[in-house]
């Protein structure tokens, strides 16, 4: 009997080992990604720029001169973006937005990439930039520093994760890697 039971223990840990190691078609691990928590109380969350607060509405007038208000995008999870053309970090992070935006778009996934427009020495530069980096979503411009002051930006870029009903899920002041960006999207979804 205790031969058995051994062998039983045996053969359980050497199929656990073949399906993680061998019969795993990607062998990588997979991470689980978590989701964030679905909010009840959502439309009753106090306005702000922390997590957890309802992100500020704002309307802005976008590179084809559509008006762009954050509430269009209520019931979608958004990136929203700050930019200039001339930052370093933000030209590294758009390649990476892009792919991801196409990735997930299906999904109603959205990203808005608010161009701070006070801050380019050319307005033309964002039109350039745009077409240089193949962007396909919306860039609203921010061409009087109103939404770049209501949400208390200090440099570039600067992102907030804001989940379908409006709340502000993360808040990330500098560059996002392709791997952190993706996690944070379907943290969203």
Aim: hydrophobic share 40%; proline share 6%; glycine share 6%.
């Amino acid at each position: 009997m205790k031969n058995w039971i051994v062998g039983a223990a045996i053969v359980t840990v050497l199929l656990i080992i073949a399906d993680r190691y061998i019969f795993n078609d990607n062998n990588n691990e997979i991470e689980q990604i978590d989701k964030y928590e679905k909010l009840e109380n959502a439309s009753e969350l106090p306005i702000g720029l922390n997590e957890g607060k309802r992100a500020p509405e704002f309307e802005l007038v976008d590179l084809n001169g559509k008006s762009v208000q954050l509430s269009d995008y209520k019931g979608k999870p958004v990136l929203l973006n700050f930019w200039a053309t001339w930052c370093p970090p933000c030209k590294d992070e758009m390649p990476h937005m892009e792919k991801l935006y196409k990735k997930y778009k299906k999904d109603g996934f959205e990203i808005l990439a608010v161009n701070v427009t006070t801050s380019e020495k050319d307005p033309k530069h964002v039109g350039q930039f745009v077409d240089e980096y193949k962007l396909t979503f919306p860039i609203p411009l921010d061409e009087n520093g109103a939404v770049f002051h209501d949400y208390a930006i200090i440099g570039y870029p600067t992102s907030f994760f804001i989940d379908s009903d409006g709340v502000i899920r993360r808040k990330v002041m500098g560059p996002v890697e392709e791997d952190e960006l993706e996690k944070e999207i379907l943290k969203l979804l």
